[in-house]
């Protein structure tokens, strides 16, 4: 079966693909698409904005798609940068300059209050609009500056206590068998045989 994956975030598609590999399924990407919607991600909730993209993309292409919405929460900030990870910086901000402002905002405070958690939701929409969501959750803390040079976004700056490390300093397939997004698939991978059976 084929499946889009509603992201052109380099990165996300690398580890979707990696844990779909021994899946019946074909991953297409978006810049492997033609003409796809421009999708506004206006949403309040991680849920509200995969939902709105795997939907927009699927009655686009008439295909199975799945999309995630991610990002990071930091409790000394109320939650922030939430839906807004991405662009945390500004519209086309890149991964650099979102991170300089994560810094910036919790200058001051101290390591012991910088608690934060990676959160993903996993929307799997059908063309006829049938949705099922998949969530992950994978808490953490910000470090005062970076360290490491793999995984992207804010994983330089994600430290886990219990592995000792930053997640751009863990090996991809540690990181996913641990990541939100790596619970939020293995979720998403368990149903698929049931998923199929409703097409």
Same mark, same amino acid.
């Given at each position: 079966m084929k499946i889009v994956v509603a992201t052109s975030n380099a990165g996300k598609l690398k580890e979707i693909a990696r844990l779909l590999a021994d899946q019946p399924v074909e991953l297409i990407n978006l810049a492997d698409l033609d003409s796809v919607p421009e999708i506004v991600e206006d949403g309040d909730t991680f849920a509200a904005n995969a939902e709105k993209k795997a939907l927009t993309v699927a009655r686009a292409t008439g295909q199975p798609t799945l999309a995630d919405d991610s990002g990071l929460t930091v409790a000394a900030l109320g939650?922030?940068?939430? &839906?807004?990870?991405?662009?945390?910086?500004? *519209? =086309?901000? @890149? +991964?650099?300059? $979102?991170?300089r402002r994560l810094l910036q905002e919790l200058e001051g405070v101290p390591e012991s209050e910088r608690s934060a958690a990676f959160v993903c939701d996993l929307? /799997? &929409?059908?063309? +006829?609009?049938?949705?099922w969501?998949?969530?992950? !959750?994978?808490?953490?803390?910000?470090? =005062?500056e970076g360290r490491g040079t793999g995984g992207f976004g804010? +994983?330089?700056? /994600?430290?886990? *206590?219990?592995?000792?490390?930053t997640l751009a300093e863990m090996?991809? @397939?540690? !990181? $996913?068998?641990?990541s939100h997004r790596g619970?939020?698939?293995?979720? /998403?991978? *368990?149903a698929l045989p049931k998923l199929l059976r409703t097409l």
């Amino acid at each position: 079966m084929k499946i889009v994956v509603a992201t052109s975030n380099a990165g996300k598609l690398k580890e979707i693909a990696r844990l779909l590999a021994d899946q019946p399924v074909e991953l297409i990407n978006l810049a492997d698409l033609d003409s796809v919607p421009e999708i506004v991600e206006d949403g309040d909730t991680f849920a509200a904005n995969a939902e709105k993209k795997a939907l927009t993309v699927a009655r686009a292409t008439g295909q199975p798609t799945l999309a995630d919405d991610s990002g990071l929460t930091v409790a000394a900030l109320g939650g922030a940068p939430g &839906v807004h990870s991405a662009r945390y910086a500004g *519209e =086309n901000a @890149d +991964d650099a300059a $979102n991170n300089r402002r994560l810094l910036q905002e919790l200058e001051g405070v101290p390591e012991s209050e910088r608690s934060a958690a990676f959160v993903c939701d996993l929307a /799997f &929409v059908l063309p +006829d609009g049938r949705c099922w969501h998949f969530t992950g !959750k994978m808490a953490g803390r910000i470090l =005062n500056e970076g360290r490491g040079t793999g995984g992207f976004g804010y +994983d330089p700056l /994600f430290y886990l *206590e219990e592995h000792g490390c930053t997640l751009a300093e863990m090996p991809l @397939d540690r !990181k $996913n068998a641990i990541s939100h997004r790596g619970q939020a698939l293995r979720r /998403f991978r *368990e149903a698929l045989p049931k998923l199929l059976r409703t097409l």
